[in-house]
């Protein structure tokens, strides 16, 4: 059998066989994500809270209405539309 591919009595990707090692990916996921969370807070990009607080980060700014002119060529041709008039699209009358 060539080397690099799994044992005949065990087909398919690693992943799906990780019962089978020491470690599994939902452990990976855990770890990471915790490491994540304690880099945050060890380099001040994140504030330290009990771990059942809820963070909500909430600002709204209104920026305008309607597409990008960019926006607006994407959608038209993606939907095969045709872009809007420069007047009506500064909301004025045609």
Not at 21 to 48: C, F, K, N, W
Not at 55 to 69: A, D, K, N, Q
């Amino acid at each position: 059998m060539p080397s690099g591919q799994p044992p005949r009595d065990q087909p398919g990707h690693f992943s799906t066989r990780s019962r089978h090692y020491s470690t599994t990916l939902g452990d990976i996921r855990a770890d990471r994500a915790e490491h994540a969370i304690t880099d945050d807070v060890t380099t001040g990009r994140l504030p330290l809270f009990d771990e059942d607080t809820v963070l909500v980060i909430s600002e709204w700014h209104y920026v305008g209405r309607g597409f990008t002119p960019g926006d607006a060529l994407l959608a038209a041709s993606l939907t095969g539309t045709a872009l809007p008039s420069p007047s009506a699209a500064r909301g004025g009358d045609a």
